[in-house]
């Protein structure tokens, strides 16, 4: 069983910058897929970015230029650095770890998740 903790949400005013950690229990960086998704009250759950075994990442259209995904794999920690936010940013922010994923956005393919950090931007 593979643990994720997300940190690194708050409160920002729009166009300020967050950046958001996720922490694995134990050693899953070095070979698994990563992924952000985020899902707004309402709404359903989406990929933001994915960040895959090979280094490789996507992004969701809508953060593209803003929001950059990486890795420190010796720490464990995965990072969304989030940059110019708007309000429709505005979400629960989940990571998402599966061996098998191919750098996908999509939550169904992703089964190990964190419990969620709330992102909220304001006007």
């Known amino acids: 069983q593979v643990q994720l903790m997300e940190s690194g949400g708050g409160s920002v005013q729009v166009g300020g910058s967050l950046r958001l950690s996720c922490k694995a229990a134990?050693?899953?960086?070095?070979?698994?897929?990563l992924g952000w998704f985020r899902q707004a009250p309402g709404k359903e759950r989406e990929g933001v970015a994915a960040?895959?075994?090979?280094?490789?990442?996507s992004y969701a259209d809508s953060v593209k230029g803003r929001f950059t995904i990486s890795k420190d794999k010796y720490k464990n920690t995965l990072y969304l650095q989030m940059n110019d936010l708007k309000p429709e940013d505005t979400a629960m922010y989940y990571c998402?770890?599966?061996?098998?994923?191919?750098?996908?956005?999509?939550?169904?393919?992703?089964?190990?998740w964190g419990q969620g950090i709330q992102v909220t931007v304001s006007s």
């Open positions: 960040l895959d075994r090979d280094g490789s990442t």
């Open positions: 998402a770890s599966d061996l098998w994923v191919d750098g996908g956005l999509v939550p169904a393919e992703y089964m190990y």
């Open positions: 134990r050693d899953t960086y070095r070979s698994n897929c």
